[in-house]
């Protein structure tokens, strides 16, 4: 038979390669997208990156925009590669992050299908199963409309606020035989907008509002890991005397040892609370959840200081999710990046002596156990003490954590959570974040519960596969401690016995053998590390071979328990407006 010169899925593969610039491809092979892989495989890219699970390969990208803050591909196949990603769609998505996932269906000609496998590998409409939760999809009929969809998918990703975006190609149509190689998009003329500048009335406005504060707070939420960025919101802060909050569910967008700067957290501390409710002006910088923030200070009750929200968030509301939030207090609302605003308020401020509001004093934390059985703050310290100078990114750390553990010093030093808050999303995160990371000499490094590794630990066979440097350290409480938690709230509610709290909750009986687990797909591995005077070294030793090109595994039994105020939080009730009662 006769062979043709050129086919559809090589198009496919050059546009996504010299077109739109994608560095890397993860996947879970699939007959559905069999075209699209013989291609990328004979046209030299871009490079595959072969995941265990349709889940990884979606959390793979999804780490590497965190880093890079630019959209790889993953491409997932049929439907039912579709549904296994779903979970690590809506996380990009939660978390605003460019993602562009290829996906396959088809044949869409029911003539064309196989038996058995291809009707049940073919959705009418796929896109249906991830719509509520990305911001654009296509299903394109022709090579012309494949290679135009791609282009748009790039600048609907990019575009802020960012997120997932899925082109679903027919099978048929990727092992249709072209005569020649059309021209690929000219992604120059198909560029994501530039941030939009405010009008000068609403950064008058913000001034205004800033110059009379006394009080002022600056909640800083989703912000870029640019430096000059970072060093604007420190100059904004040090001009007003502002007190600054920071989340954990975020990445690193001020310095934490900052004396203005509190303790991060996934709820807020006491300390927080009160600088917010005593604050005469809240300046929000994208915070996730603004109303839910505000509630927790003020509680029923309508925020006494004005408010001025810096988002874009309003272009991503959906009904099918509420990931928005709440509805917020606002009298300054300005729809833009803080980025754009920022250095511009920073300008226009008038100087002048500020007495800082509420500077955060910092309490020495408790000297940790030379040895015995080691808690969250001593596996920091010791991780802190292995890492010494070395320039670090912590991708990920447990819901135990404290924000004051381990210092954040500049954009990249932490990535903050998933974006949907399920479980098994850490490592395939880490892998790529750690991509991105290849070649900068930071040392990546993942601090996971067990419960997220057991969901997503064949993520790091891709690491090892592919030589992407990282250190993975499990904080292994044996049980999913959650909702040990929530457990223990509803037996006090309920009068019932608090011992019972563990039942249905333990990860323990037998214990799973972690560092098997990762030996088993090639990881150095180290521990398991139970007493705190081993620690240490064990880390210091896996550092050390981080930085030198491994991926490396310490598993650390550590105790079960959380910081003080994301134990209180998940001890409350959430009362009229999200407001929380204990």
Same mark, same amino acid.
């Given at each position: 038979?006769?062979?043709?010169?050129?086919?559809?899925?090589?198009?496919?593969?050059?546009?996504?390669?010299?077109?739109?610039?994608?560095?890397?491809?993860?996947?879970?092979?699939?007959?559905? #997208?069999?075209?699209? =892989?013989?291609?990328?495989?004979?046209?030299?890219?871009?490079?595959?990156?072969?995941?265990?699970?349709?889940?990884?390969?979606?959390?793979?990208? +999804?780490?590497?925009?965190?880093?890079?803050?630019?959209?790889?591909?993953?491409?997932? =196949?049929?439907?039912?590669?579709?549904?296994?990603?779903?979970?690590?769609?809506?996380?990009?998505?939660?978390?605003?992050?460019?993602?562009?996932?290829?996906?396959?269906?088809?044949?869409?000609?029911?003539?064309?299908?196989?038996?058995?496998?291809?009707?049940?590998?073919?959705?009418?409409?796929?896109?249906?199963?991830?719509?509520?939760?990305?911001?654009?999809?296509?299903?394109? *009929?022709?090579?012309?409309?494949?290679?135009?969809?791609? *282009?748009?998918?790039?600048?609907?990703? /990019?575009?802020?606020?960012?997120?997932?975006?899925?082109?679903?190609?027919?099978?048929?149509?990727?092992?249709?035989?072209?005569?020649?190689?059309?021209?690929?998009?000219?992604?120059?003329?198909?560029?994501?907008? %530039?941030?939009?500048?405010?009008?000068? $009335?609403?950064?008058?406005?913000?001034?205004?509002?800033?110059?009379? $504060?006394?009080?002022?707070?600056?909640?800083?939420?989703?912000?870029?890991?640019?430096?000059?960025?970072?060093?604007?919101?420190?100059?904004?802060?040090?001009?007003?005397?502002?007190?600054?909050?920071?989340?954990?569910?975020?990445? *690193?967008?001020?310095?934490?040892?900052?004396?203005?700067?509190? &303790?991060?957290?996934?709820?807020?501390?006491?300390?927080?609370?009160?600088?917010?409710?005593? %604050?005469?002006?809240?300046?929000?910088?994208?915070? &996730?959840?603004?109303?839910?923030?505000?509630?927790?200070?003020?509680?029923?009750?309508?925020?006494?200081?004005?408010?001025?929200?810096?988002?874009?968030?309003?272009?991503?509301?959906?009904?099918?999710?509420?990931? *928005?939030?709440?509805?917020?207090?606002?009298?300054?609302?300005?729809?833009? =990046? !803080?980025?754009?605003?920022?250095?511009?308020?920073?300008?226009?401020?008038?100087?002048?002596?500020?007495?800082? #509001?509420?500077?955060? +004093?910092?309490?020495?934390?408790?000297?940790?156990?030379?040895?015995?059985?080691?808690?969250?703050?001593?596996?920091? /310290?010791?991780?802190?003490?292995?890492?010494?100078?070395?320039?670090?990114?912590?991708?990920?750390?447990?819901?135990?954590?404290?924000?004051?553990?381990?210092?954040?010093?500049?954009?990249?030093?932490?990535?903050?959570?998933?974006?949907? %808050?399920?479980?098994?999303?850490?490592?395939?995160?880490?892998?790529?974040? $750690?991509?991105?990371?290849?070649?900068?000499?930071?040392? !990546? &490094?993942?601090?996971?519960?067990?419960?997220? #590794?057991?969901?997503?630990?064949?993520?790091?066979?891709?690491?090892?596969?592919?030589?992407? !440097?990282?250190?993975?350290?499990?904080?292994?409480?044996?049980?999913?401690?959650?909702?040990?938690?929530?457990?223990?709230?509803?037996?006090?509610?309920?009068?019932?016995?608090?011992?019972? /709290?563990?039942?249905?909750?333990?990860?323990?009986? !037998?214990?799973?053998?972690?560092?098997?687990?990762?030996?088993?797909?090639?990881? =150095?591995?180290?521990?398991?590390?139970?007493?705190?005077?081993?620690?240490?070294?064990?880390?210091?030793?896996?550092?050390?071979?981080?930085?030198?090109?491994?991926?490396?595994?310490?598993?650390? %039994?550590?105790? $079960?328990?959380?910081?003080?105020?994301?134990?209180?939080?998940?001890?409350?009730?959430?009362?009229?407006?999200?407001?929380?009662?204990?």
């Amino acid at each position: 038979m006769s062979v043709a010169a050129h086919w559809a899925s090589d198009a496919i593969a050059l546009a996504l390669r010299d077109a739109l610039g994608v560095d890397y491809v993860a996947l879970n092979p699939g007959a559905s #997208f069999r075209g699209l =892989h013989d291609s990328l495989v004979h046209l030299g890219g871009p490079p595959m990156l072969v995941c265990l699970h349709e889940e990884h390969a979606v959390a793979i990208a +999804h780490g590497y925009a965190k880093v890079a803050e630019r959209p790889m591909a993953a491409i997932l =196949h049929s439907n039912v590669g579709l549904m296994h990603g779903a979970m690590a769609i809506y996380n990009a998505w939660c978390d605003r992050a460019p993602v562009v996932i290829v996906g396959a269906t088809g044949p869409v000609d029911a003539a064309r299908r196989r038996p058995w496998i291809d009707w049940i590998h073919t959705a009418a409409d796929q896109a249906a199963l991830v719509r509520p939760f990305t911001k654009w999809d296509d299903q394109p *009929a022709s090579l012309r409309a494949a290679l135009d969809a791609l *282009a748009r998918a790039d600048a609907v990703a /990019r575009t802020e606020p960012c997120g997932p975006v899925y082109v679903c190609l027919d099978a048929a149509l990727q092992e249709a035989p072209i005569d020649a190689m059309p021209a690929l998009p000219q992604m120059r003329r198909h560029r994501a907008p %530039a941030r939009a500048v405010p009008a000068a $009335a609403e950064i008058a406005r913000i001034v205004e509002v800033l110059d009379a $504060a006394q009080r002022p707070v600056i909640l800083v939420g989703r912000v870029s890991r640019d430096r000059a960025a970072w060093d604007a919101r420190v100059a904004l802060a040090e001009r007003l005397g502002a007190r600054v909050v920071t989340d954990l569910k975020l990445a *690193a967008g001020f310095p934490t040892a900052h004396p203005l700067h509190g &303790v991060p957290g996934y709820f807020l501390d006491d300390e927080a609370k009160r600088a917010i409710r005593d %604050a005469d002006a809240i300046v929000s910088l994208d915070a &996730v959840d603004l109303a839910g923030i505000l509630a927790q200070a003020y509680g029923d009750r309508i925020p006494a200081a004005t408010v001025v929200s810096i988002s874009l968030d309003r272009y991503a509301l959906r009904g099918w999710t509420m990931d *928005a939030g709440g509805l917020a207090t606002i009298d300054v609302d300005v729809a833009a =990046h !803080p980025d754009a605003v920022v250095p511009l308020v920073l300008a226009a401020l008038e100087p002048r002596p500020r007495t800082p #509001f509420a500077a955060a +004093h910092a309490v020495p934390l408790p000297a940790a156990p030379l040895h015995g059985p080691i808690r969250l703050p001593g596996l920091a /310290r010791a991780l802190a003490g292995a890492l010494g100078n070395r320039p670090y990114t912590l991708t990920r750390v447990p819901l135990g954590w404290g924000g004051d553990l381990i210092p954040f010093a500049d954009p990249l030093a932490y990535l903050g959570y998933d974006g949907g %808050a399920g479980v098994g999303s850490g490592p395939g995160m880490a892998v790529g974040a $750690a991509l991105a990371l290849r070649g900068t000499g930071r040392v !990546p &490094v993942a601090v996971l519960g067990d419960g997220d #590794f057991l969901m997503g630990c064949t993520a790091l066979w891709t690491a090892v596969a592919n030589a992407i !440097p990282l250190l993975v350290v499990v904080a292994d409480n044996r049980a999913y401690y959650n909702d040990v938690v929530h457990q223990e709230r509803i037996a006090r509610e309920r009068g019932r016995p608090l011992e019972n /709290r563990w039942t249905g909750q333990r990860i323990d009986d !037998p214990p799973v053998d972690l560092v098997a687990m990762a030996r088993a797909q090639g990881a =150095h591995t180290f521990g398991p590390v139970a007493d705190a005077a081993d620690l240490p070294g064990v880390l210091a030793q896996a550092v050390e071979a981080t930085a030198a090109g491994a991926v490396c595994f310490v598993a650390v %039994a550590v105790e $079960a328990e959380y910081d003080a105020a994301m134990t209180a939080a998940l001890s409350r009730d959430a009362g009229a407006n999200g407001a929380l009662r204990g």
